[in-house]
């Protein structure tokens, strides 16, 4: 049944090998070449967990996904927690369903191992939100910039990712041209690796890699959100920043709130942006997001203005963590003469700061 089923699934390909009882399967996985486990957890010589604990000690690095009956969920929760990457039920199981799941089963297997190793390493990397308080406050420019400073001044390996639902801005200022995005990763969870990943981002010499999205087609992920915080948990262990943009509040910047090291929310001091914001803070700590996590940015601040950012702050109850100004023009300019990456503006240099402040340069040079 099984076979038949995966044999109708599309992308991913199986060559499925059976056996009928604990002992054989155990034999046949000492002889190598296995790449999944699917257990049924009522077999002629073993019962229950027994079964998945004895495969979990026989081959570790393998995983697991436990098939079981209507009435036996109880026992597929607990194996979940015992080690299983995810269980099915037999009467509700279709061809699609296993093969999405044995999919991601793998690559979870596969980014978990990965995230231990740059743990172990000290080397699991940070993610960065730029969320913005309503369009038009200069969310994807911050985020890009902030990108290019994080890469240029601690020298590591950026990951720039538009996740902008109404997006392709960032794609278009950092002048990223590719057939392949997010979606697509997000669709081909079973084949990711390095090679593949590379094929996907658009490498940056002097800036950072940029994952590209298609636009209102990302309007599809927001129903699914699992599969893009997937394609990130691949990603993590490669990049020691990833800098995602994430337009304006929906659900799926919810859905990747949890995964966030800090959320920048992007306002300017016009009244109605101010207004969006106190509407957006509440809306975030609802979501889990801890206030700890969250920092205010006020964009596009003018020489003049009846409001300072601190008084806005106050108004706020959110503490202003950075100020940067209105520097339009010269943005326009350094883009139209292809000069972004090293542009000298005012507002660069305070991205560069705020880059430092948060990667915790301030403090080594203070030392």
């Not at 019962?47 to 009956?69: D, F, K, N, W």
Request: one cysteine or more; a neutral charge; glycine letters at 8%.
């Amino acid at each position: 049944m099984v076979r038949s089923m995966l044999s109708e699934s599309q992308g991913a390909e199986f060559r499925v090998e059976w056996v009928e009882a604990l002992v054989p399967g155990m034999i046949r996985l000492g002889r190598g070449d296995i790449d999944m486990v699917l257990l049924d957890l009522s077999l002629p010589d073993s019962q229950g967990l027994e079964s998945l604990t004895a495969i979990r000690h026989a081959a570790p690095s393998i995983p697991v996904v436990v098939l079981t009956g209507l009435d036996d969920q109880d026992f597929a929760h607990e194996a979940v927690r015992c080690g299983a990457q995810d269980y099915l039920v037999k009467g509700e199981l279709t061809g699609g369903m296993l093969a999405r799941t044995l999919s991601y089963a793998m690559l979870r297997q596969r980014s978990q191992a990965r995230a231990l190793r740059a743990e172990s390493q000290g080397a699991l990397g940070k993610i960065a939100g730029f969320l913005g308080a309503r369009g038009g406050v200069g969310t994807t420019t911050v985020a890009c910039h902030f990108s290019l400073e994080l890469k240029q001044r601690c020298g590591v390996r950026v990951l720039l990712a538009d996740l902008d639902v109404a997006g392709g801005s960032a794609g278009f200022l950092m002048k990223a041209v590719s057939q392949h995005t997010l979606q697509e990763a997000a669709s081909n969870l079973a084949r990711l690796d390095e090679s593949y990943w590379d094929k996907i981002v658009v490498c940056g010499t002097d800036g950072p890699d940029v994952l590209l999205s298609q636009g209102l087609l990302a309007l599809k992920e927001q129903a699914n959100g699992e599969r893009v915080r997937n394609v990130f948990e691949f990603a993590r262990p490669m990049y020691p920043w990833i800098v995602m943009d994430l337009g304006r509040l929906n659900p799926l910047a919810v859905s990747l709130l949890p995964d966030l090291s800090d959320l920048f929310l992007i306002a300017t001091l016009e009244v109605a942006v101010l207004y969006e914001v106190k509407q957006v803070v509440p809306r975030l700590a609802d979501a889990g997001l801890n206030r700890t996590r969250l920092h205010l940015i006020v964009n596009q601040t003018p020489k003049h203005s009846d409001l300072s950012p601190t008084e806005a702050g106050k108004m706020l109850g959110v503490p202003i963590h950075a100020v940067l100004p209105e520097c339009g023009s010269e943005l326009s300019e350094a883009y139209a003469k292809g000069q972004l990456l090293n542009a000298k503006t005012e507002f660069r240099r305070q991205i560069g700061r705020l880059a430092e402040r948060v990667a915790g340069l301030e403090a080594k040079k203070s030392r």
